[in-house]
């Protein structure tokens, strides 16, 4: 008997495929006006192939003009990175004594963390830059990634994930002897390496995109993250688009490489969500 043809699926299909060229049209677009010449960028009907190419001038003029893209580079990638690490261990331990190491007051404590949750980050510019000043923190990129290394959402979304992993498995660990950092690093973090793959692919991106935090706590350019070090471009060559999308692609490279090796891992850690859930 044949099948009947599934034309609900056949339909959603469809939807979902215009709806995802609809959301990669912006991108393929900035790709597109990063390789022409400036006379191409705002023809009408839109030239998706340039007729005339003007790639390596575009980003020859990125990457060695004024702006001096291998400093801002090398400044997100450090302060990024050193950021995602520090963040991943702290929410990761601050998660694992939450959902398995019982204390007084835990679940108060817990609810108090979650609360700040709901302070809106501005509110505290005032009094983070009084105490980075304080500190001698400010105008460093010490002080910068302190600030994005506490994150109550990652010590919520762990701790979700470590209140899956059975109990029999820490009290065996605990009976050979184990301490709970030993617990916390030899069994406990690999057994939710989804998750802390995904939540350090999260971190990553919300630091290398962040702008807020280094336009207040940085002032010397030397220290400039790429988010700053295009936006400066922008004030000097705002008016020519081709370039400017040529610096914006560049700045958006390494969340690309950053998401295609980690694609893996993110989908694991919302499968595993699904099926705890």
Do not use: C
């Amino acid at each position: 008997m044949t099948e009947s043809f599934d034309y609900r699926r056949l339909v959603m299909t469809i939807i979902m495929t215009i709806i995802g060229i609809m959301f990669m049209a912006p991108f393929l677009w900035m790709i597109s006006a990063s390789l022409k010449v400036e006379e191409e960028v705002l023809t009408f009907p839109i030239q998706w192939i340039p007729q005339t190419w003007n790639a390596v001038e575009n980003y020859k003029e990125v990457w060695t003009g004024s702006m001096p893209f291998l400093l801002l580079y090398w400044n997100s990638i450090k302060v990024t990175v050193l950021t995602t690490l520090t963040s991943v261990f702290v929410s990761g331990l601050a998660a694992y004594g939450f959902a398995k190491i019982n204390f007084k007051g835990r679940d108060a404590v817990f609810l108090l963390v979650l609360a700040t949750f709901m302070i809106p980050p501005q509110t505290l510019l005032v009094t983070q830059f009084l105490l980075y000043r304080w500190f001698g923190l400010y105008d460093t990129h010490t002080g910068l990634i302190l600030l994005n290394s506490f994150s109550v959402f990652g010590t919520f979304m762990l701790r979700q994930f470590y209140l899956g992993v059975s109990n029999e498995i820490i009290e065996s660990a605990r009976m050979d002897g184990a301490g709970h950092f030993r617990i916390f690093a030899s069994i406990a973090l690999p057994l939710v390496r989804p998750a802390i793959a995904t939540y350090a692919i999260l971190r990553f991106i919300w630091t290398w995109n962040d702008f807020q935090y280094p336009l207040i706590f940085l002032r010397s350019e030397g220290l400039y993250t790429i988010q700053l070090g295009v936006q400066s471009f922008a004030d000097e060559h705002g008016s020519i688009y081709s370039l400017m999308m040529a610096a914006s692609v560049s700045a958006i490279v390494p969340l690309l490489i950053i998401f295609i090796i980690g694609q893996k891992q993110v989908i694991e850690g919302i499968q595993l969500g699904g099926v705890k859930g």
